[in-house]
């Protein structure tokens, strides 16, 4: 039963143009979710994260857009470009007696055609 | 500098052999965990620990084996209990608490033959 679902395995985009990456969950315990971003033969590095009590995070040319009621997130990217190609993990985390339990969705590909 | 790392990148064993994954981390961090990627699926948790000389089973942790002596270090011993162990392994670090990113190594990759 995943918890955290990705459902797009690949997206491609053109450059200068908006990617928008898209997570859902069940699992409504959780209350911080991330993306993070990996390039093949790496581990992934942390990008950007959203409380539960936000529904929008920016950090530069990423924001993350969440909608509680609908247990969906989307990770934009504006502009995208070539070096952005890599796959994004969706993840979310809930209190586990203290610690913090993350869980992975399966990821998207995505490719920025210059 | 800081930062996590794994060694060896690539590692090869025959079946029927226990075989360490080293990691190592000089970031100060707490926590530390070992997670599992698969083709097709997203990062699945071993074991984590929270602190020195503990630690806690994860999501899949049959056939895996953890210890945490130093704060910097968190080897796992995959043995040959594992059915399936040609895997991904990446290890994480992190502030423990809630609301806190992780860190990740570069990941080895083992290929049992």
Redesign the interface.
Known sequence: DQQVKQNSPSLSVQEGRISILNCDYTNSMFDYFLWYKKYPAEGPTFLISISSIKDKNEDGRFTVFLNKSAKHLSLHIVPSQPGDSAVYFCAASADSGGYQKVTFGIGTKLQVIP | DGG?T?SP?YLFRKEGQNVTLSCEQNLNHDAMYW?RQDP??????IY?S?IVNDF?KGDIAEGYSVSREKKESFPLTVTSAQKNPTAFY?C?SGR????????????T?LTVV
């Open positions: 996590i794994q990148k997670y097709g699926q997203g990062l699945r948790l984590y929270q806690q990446l994480a423990t608490g809630l609301n806190t990113e992780a860190f990740f190594g570069q990941g990759r």
